[in-house]
Each structure stands twice: as structure tokens, then as C-alpha cells.
């Protein structure tokens, strides 16, 4: 696991995703934006961070919309357990 994959001690941040994907995929434009805050108070908030991921790459290019999801976790393989509880993933082609 690179350093990159290794999440802070306080847990996973958008900075540390926006790395792991820049590492990992092909990617014209990369947005991560941290939505815990909309999801204080309920059980989720608890047990990990809520993001929303905007890609747009050639890595995409040819794939269908559950293989560019799939694409996408297995880049965040090592990180998806350290503390995101939910991903949105939006990911263009090119």
C-alpha cells in the first residue's frame, strides 16, 4: 500500500481520495466534495465519512456505467475501509 492509500489518523478526507483516484485513474478533472456534514446525527455519521465523487477521464472511455463505478471503488480498494461509510460516484468518459 502506497502512502498515499494511508489514511491520516483522524480518518479519510477528500484530499486523501482525490489523491488515491489521481493515483490510480486516468483523469481529465477530478471534484471531491465532503458531505459528512449533511448526514450528521444519523448511524452512518458515525462509523464513517460521506463523499461525493465528479470524474472525468479516458479510463472511463468504453465502459458502461457499473463498469466505471466498479473502476472507481477497486481504485479506493484500500481506502473505502479506513472510513467512508457512503461514495457517490459520477464518472464521465472523455
Known amino acids: ?19 488515491t483516484l489521481r493515483e490510480a485513474l486516468a483523469l481529465e478533472s ?15 455519521a458515525r462509523e ?17 456505467h457499473v463498469q466505471r463505478h466498479r473502476l472507481v471503488y477497486d481504485a479506493l480498494r484500500h481506502v473505502i475501509p479506513q472510513g467512508i461509510h457512503a461514495l457517490a460516484i459520477k464518472a464521465e468518459a472523455l
Open 30 to 44: 477530478i471534484e471531491v466534495t465532503d458531505d459528512s456534514h449533511l448526514h450528521a446525527g444519523h448511524a452512518g
Open 48 to 64: 464513517g465519512r460521506h463523499f461525493s465523487v465528479h470524474l472525468r477521464g479516458s479510463c472511463f472511455n468504453g465502459l458502461s
Open 1 to 19: 500500500m502506497s502512502a498515499v492509500n494511508t489514511p491520516p489518523s483522524g480518518g479519510v478526507t477528500a484530499a486523501l481520495v482525490e489523491a
